[in-house]
C-alpha cells in the first residue's frame, strides 16, 4: 500500500491513540495530537494532566 493510500485510509477511519487502541475524537487528536494528528496518550491511558503538557505527542 502506497503512502497516500495510507493517508486517505487513515484520514476516513475514526483515529485511535496510539498508545492503547482506544478511538479518540478529531478535535482530540488535533488539540492534543503531533503534526500528524496521531495521539500516543488519550484519557484512558493517560492523565488529563499529563496530556496537557504534551504527553499525548511523544511516542
Ligand atoms: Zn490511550
Known amino acids: 500500500m502506497g503512502v497516500m493510500q495510507e493517508i486517505q485510509q ?3 477511519s475514526r483515529p485511535r ?3 492503547c487502541g482506544s478511538p479518540v475524537s478529531r ?3 488535533r488539540v ?3 503534526n500528524q494528528d496521531d ?3 488519550c484519557m484512558d491511558c ?3 494532566r499529563k496530556l496537557t503538557k504534551g504527553a499525548a505527542t511523544s511516542k
Do not use: E, W
Open 32 to 34: 492534543f495530537g503531533d
Open 27 to 29: 478535535r482530540f487528536c
Open 10 to 12: 487513515r484520514s476516513t
Open 46 to 48: 493517560t492523565s488529563m
Open 17 to 19: 491513540c496510539r498508545n
Open 39 to 41: 495521539v500516543y496518550g
